[in-house]
């Protein structure tokens, strides 16, 4: 495929005036040329409708897929959040984990659907982009896989038998890790009570990939707590420079500790 210009040129006479027209359908869904290329080449099955010239399920595939990215919000945001999935599709290699990657988030959009954080962001954006930090520091699938749906037992009575069917035990013990700790708060300021969370943190964190998936979420939560009150980012800021930091130190995770101590 060339994209020189905006419409597609595939090369072969055996493909005929077919991507012409799937060239049109694509200027509707995106704005930039590196959207249609992470669209096909996370879709090789459409290249064979391409051959087959069946132009129909071309563009029926193409709004199958782009419709999940699109459902969230208002279109706004929505856009933002096709964009937010491309960024995190784009970074990943293996076919496979990009497969259970996509699943991930369609789970968790369909159990996020509507609802919405302080600042007017949707939570599945929040979602992918704490997703987004932890992908910049090469962590394996699952840990991608947790931080998408790390949401998604605060807002729904979800049992251990569902997520294990659609995905695994080890995903629910780290979102489930994860949703206790996140019910943890410093009882006042002293050091004393920061070095009691911390430790309380680490202990129920049986699994190093859950403080990895709190630190991210942290940091975007950090990036964003303009719209929450002063008292209340006072008291978080406070809780982060006391606990969370030291526990990035410790986890040699530097990136995520110079922004959060900032």
């Known amino acids: 495929i060339g994209l020189s210009d905006p419409d597609f040129t595939i090369k072969g006479d055996i493909f005929g005036e077919v991507p012409a027209m799937v ?3 694509l200027n509707n869904l995106a ?3 590196n ?3 992470i669209l096909l080449s996370h879709r090789p099955e ?3 409708s391409y051959v087959h010239c069946n132009i129909d399920l071309v563009l029926s595939e193409i709004d199958d897929f782009v419709k999940p990215y699109q459902s969230s919000g208002t279109a706004e945001n929505g856009n933002e959040v096709y964009n937010e999935v491309m960024d ?3 970074k990943i290699k ?5 497969k259970d990657i ?3 988030y369609e789970y968790a959009n369909s159990k996020l659907s509507g609802i919405m954080r302080k600042n007017g962001d949707t939570e599945i954006s929040h979602c992918l982009e704490v997703a987004n930090i932890l992908i910049d520091l090469n962590v394996d699938k699952e840990t991608i896989i947790c931080a998408i749906l790390h949401s998604v037992l605060d807002f729904n009575d979800i049992d251990e038998k569902e997520i294990v069917e659609n995905f695994s035990l080890e995903t629910y013990k780290i979102i489930f890790s994860l949703s206790k700790i996140n019910n943890l708060e410093m009882v006042d300021d002293s050091e004393s009570a920061a070095l009691y969370l911390r430790k309380v943190m680490v202990g129920l964190s049986e699994d190093v990939r859950v403080l990895f998936i709190k630190l991210a979420d942290r940091l975007h939560n950090m990036r964003t707590f303009d719209a929450i009150s002063t008292e209340r980012q006072k008291k978080v800021a406070n809780e982060t420079l006391s606990v969370l930091v030291p526990i990035a130190h410790r986890l040699g ?3 995520i500790k110079s922004e959060l101590e900032n």
């Open 23 to 25: 060239s049109t359908k």
């Open 31 to 33: 704005d930039d040329e």
């Open 94 to 98: 293996n076919p496979d984990d990009i």
């Open 88 to 90: 995190i599709l784009n």
């Open 35 to 37: 959207s249609y290329t």
């Open 46 to 48: 459409l290249f064979e």
């Open 102 to 104: 996509k699943a991930s």
């Open 253 to 255: 995770i530097n990136s």
